[in-house]
């Protein structure tokens, strides 16, 4: 796979001119973006299916979890929106309604962990047992038993992750910050070639390159660090 197919580049910025403007100052050395809750609700769904229409490829970061039949729905039309990638929470049941609902469409669906923003103490408190690695492990398994398109995990447990799922399953690695950069909120992070040695088979980059001075610059240096792997 291409460096520039494994990147996914996250429009975390507070509404579409914005994102647009990212999307402009990135051409085409950029084919895949994430469009996740804070854009979704200032206009993003109609963004992403305008970037759809242009031949860029979207990943939708909603999250899902809901009864079985709500899931379904929910999954069955945003099929019918162009969209690449859809996330949902790796619950089993909820995953088995979403690849129903999903078959024959082509779009990749994803279940979510363990956020990489949380460490154990904090599933403790959320009334967890498992440690995150384990749970991680856990719902990795689930989510290959039931179907499902790939992972999102931190890159720290994407060795096991892909020990689970295997070769042809997505490993999507959110928390990637490049050498030097803030982790912010996230507490489980890695670099872009670190994440690629462990076995992530695509990286999601927000602010290390919305936030950038030159988001172009920090592009070309990301793609050139996953090709270093490569």
């Known amino acids: 796979m291409a460096a520039r197919d494994r990147l996914i580049v996250g429009l ?20 895949h973006y994430k469009i996740g809750y804070q854009l979704v609700f ?13 031949g860029k490829k979207i990943f939708l970061d909603m999250k899902l979890l809901d009864i079985d039949n709500t899931v379904a729905s929910a999954v069955e039309n945003i099929a019918k929106m162009g969209m690449t990638m859809l996330t949902l929470h790796a619950y089993p049941k909820a995953m088995k309604a979403a690849v129903e609902a999903a ?8 279940g979510v962990t363990v956020l990489t923003s949380m460490d154990e103490q904090d599933l403790i408190e959320a009334g967890y047992e498992y440690d995150p690695h384990t749970l991680v492990l856990r719902r990795a398994e689930q989510a290959r038993r039931a179907g499902m398109g790939g992972i999102v995990c931190s890159a720290e447990e994407a060795a096991a992750v892909r020990r689970i799922v295997g070769p042809d399953l997505a490993v999507v690695t959110p928390g990637i910050r490049p050498a030097g950069a803030e982790k912010g909120d996230q507490k489980r992070v890695m670099t872009p070639a670190d994440a ?10 927000a602010r ?3 936030k950038a001075l030159e988001p172009l610059e920090a592009v070309r240096a990301i793609l050139a660090e996953i090709d270093s792997v490569d």
């Open 12 to 31: 975390d910025v507070p509404n579409v001119s914005e994102a647009a403007d990212i999307v402009k100052k990135l051409g085409s050395s950029v084919s």
């Open 42 to 54: 200032a206009g993003g769904l109609e963004f992403a299916r305008e970037l759809a229409r242009d």
């Open 103 to 110: 078959r024959g469409s082509g779009l990749c669906l994803l």
């Open 196 to 205: 690629i040695r462990a076995g992530a088979s695509h990286l999601v980059v």
């Open 208 to 210: 290390p390159i919305v």
